[in-house]
């Protein structure tokens, strides 16, 4: 009941604070407000539905809203207290999220006593490295990129090699790999959203204010300048770029939005995806898409979800970089990744036969429920974008 | 300090604490828990509300507390009793020995198990210190307690613990009934802890 109350009074010294911050610029602004704006009315009709004594819904179906708005709530606050902590902060608190979740999968699957030593160094090297890596920027995405599909992937199975326990070899290097993928790797592209150098192919913004003496850059030209002097540099981003025979032009993080957007938007076009398959799920759901590992998930809330996903995601491009349809086809991408990583969870949790991670070992809340669409969604927003919307 | 160590043994044992059909209380008390790792007495102990700690003192093998510095400073802090396993005599036998230790102030935790067991699978046997305590002082509650996952978290023969999530369920407490002999009550006991498992 005081949720509300606590939000309502959390929110406006926050906002007045927020406003001093750069990274806030006014459609970021905006994007928040939508944000809020939307948890607010959420929470406002759980707190409704919650003082009906005989409604309609049924227990079950009404605790399931809750916690998903209470989760909202949880990730709201963690984006902008990580956005606020600038970017080093929210890796630190992304990698907090893919530790915890990390701990609940390895607990969900029961691994042998000879994986002891390498779940310490998956928990106590892999984990963190990535995290560091992703923390120090792009500069090292070359690493950050491939430290676990390259080193923890192959360390994962000579170590448990190591530890002369044979049995079910195979089986337990993917679980441990998986888990270390999905929870950690995956998830650590969100935050490295907000190191991008972010290009836009809408017209307008500085190709209008300024004249391009220098023409459309070579890639390695731009990669070259970006290191060398501050005024040399400054003068590159001012310029277009060719990127997949588009010309880009650097978005403007004062005017046009910001990276945190970016991330706000991402973040927000999954749970809307996660959402509307629900919705339209309980609405119109008749033929379920894989009955032994979800009965909750149809065809129709798939489709419904989708379809809605992607026009929210195309009515709120001014937030991102992209074009509208670019923005539309970003949000249809999501959000047929985040189904893709719900329906892979569910399966996994299938097979350990719990139905919520956090239940497992009693009382947990569930931290890998709420994020499995945004771990498998992450990546794959992230390079897209990187391909097509950063200078080659 | 103390308070330290608990609140780091919680966070790396991601301990989840559940009273169900007991309340925390201060009166005298004997927590009798499965034994899976090295971790139980530090874990649970923490786990306990503050004023409740402070009063319960776990029992602990002296061969392995006092093993090394750390370990003898940890069993300090937990004011933890150590008993000798290797030579016990007739007049300081261990369940004589936890009874004059805890006067009328202080709990215990125990794990009637005994040293660890081999497989993770099933509990091993009681033994029978449990019944002797509750027949010398029948007015102790005597309360189950079931550790799980907490194996996982340091097995048996390792040093460097993994931070998985464990559970610590804490349930109604029991009493030595008039009559009963070792056996049943030993039984009685353990599935009270087992039961505890599916709860």
């Given at each position: 009941m005081s949720q509300l109350s606590v939000a309502v009074v959390g929110i406006e010294p926050l906002l007045m604070f927020l406003?001093?911050?750069?990274?806030?610029?006014v459609r970021t602004r905006w994007l928040l407000g939508v944000v809020l704006a939307t948890l607010a009315i959420a929470n406002v009709v759980v707190l409704v539905l919650k003082r009906q004594?005989?409604?309609?819904?049924?227990a079950a179906m009404l605790r399931t809203i809750n916690l998903r708005v209470r989760a909202w709530w949880m990730m709201c606050a963690i984006l902008v207290a990580g956005i606020l902590l600038d970017y080093r902060g929210t890796v630190l608190l992304f990698g907090g999220v893919s530790f915890w979740a990390l701990r609940e999968f390895v607990t969900m699957t029961p691994t042998r006593r000879g994986d002891h030593r390498t779940l310490f160094w998956v928990f106590f090297l892999f984990t963190p490295l990535q995290y560091v890596l992703v923390g120090l920027g792009r500069e090292f995405y070359g690493l950050y990129s491939i430290m676990i599909p390259v080193y923890a992937s192959l360390f994962i199975p000579a170590r448990i090699a190591l530890s002369g326990d044979y049995k079910r070899f195979l089986e337990r290097s993917a679980k441990i790999s998986v888990g270390l993928l999905i929870c950690v790797y995956a998830l650590s592209y969100a935050p490295a959203l907000l190191d991008l150098e972010l290009y836009t192919t809408r017209p307008g913004g500085a190709t209008s204010q300024e004249s391009?003496?220098?023409g459309p850059l070579v890639p390695a030209a731009q990669s070259e300048q970006a290191q060398s002097e501050q005024a040399q540099s400054e003068q590159a981003e001012s310029g277009q770029v060719q990127n997949a025979g588009r010309k880009l032009r650097p978005w403007s993080t004062a005017a046009e939005g910001s990276n945190a957007g970016l991330l706000f938007y991402f973040v927000l076009i999954v749970q809307l995806g996660d959402v509307f398959q629900y919705v339209w799920g309980k609405l119109l759901?008749?033929?379920?898409?894989?009955p032994e590992i979800n009965a909750s998930r149809t065809w129709e809330g798939f489709l419904g979800g989708l379809t809605s996903t992607t026009i929210v995601g195309a009515l709120l491009w001014w937030a991102t970089p992209f074009l509208m349809w670019e923005a539309a086809l970003m949000a249809a991408i999501t959000a047929l990744t985040g189904f893709a990583g719900g329906l892979t969870m569910s399966a996994i949790k299938r097979d350990r036969g719990?139905?919520?991670?956090?239940?497992l070992v009693q009382g947990h809340a569930g931290v890998l429920d709420r994020i499995d669409s945004l771990c498998f969604a992450a990546p794959v927003f992230f390079h897209l974008t990187s391909h097509f919307f950063t200078p080659k | 300090m103390a308070t330290v160590l608990s609140v780091i043994a919680k966070l790396l044992a991601g301990t989840n604490i559940r009273w169900v059909d007991c309340h925390p209380d201060t009166c005298q008390r004997v927590y009798f828990a499965n034994h899976t790792s090295h971790l139980d007495a530090l874990v649970l102990w923490s786990s306990l509300p503050r004023p409740i700690r402070a009063l319960t003192r776990p029992v602990a093998a002296r061969d392995y507390w006092e093993r090394d510095v750390f370990r003898r400073y940890v069993a300090a802090l937990l004011n933890a009793l150590l008993i000798d396993r290797q030579n016990i005599k007739v007049h300081a036998s261990p369940v004589e020995m936890m009874i004059r230790a805890i006067g009328d102030t202080y709990s215990l935790i125990v794990?009637?198990?005994?040293?660890?067991?081999?497989?993770?699978?099933e509990m091993g046997e009681f033994k029978s210190g449990l019944y002797y305590l509750s027949k010398k002082r029948p007015d102790l509650e005597l309360v189950p307690v079931f550790i799980d996952n907490l194996n996982r978290v340091l097995p048996r023969g390792e040093f460097l613990p993994v931070p998985l999530l464990s559970c610590i369920t804490i349930g109604p407490p029991l009493w030595l009934e008039t009559g009963e002999s070792k056996t049943d009550f030993l039984r009685r006991a353990k599935e009270a802890v087992r039961r505890l498992k599916d709860v």
């Open positions: 406003a001093g911050r750069d990274w806030l610029n004594p005989e409604n309609s819904l049924n391009i003496l220098n759901g008749r033929r379920v898409i894989a719990v139905t919520d991670t956090g239940t | 794990f009637p198990e005994g040293s660890r067991r081999k497989s993770d699978e």
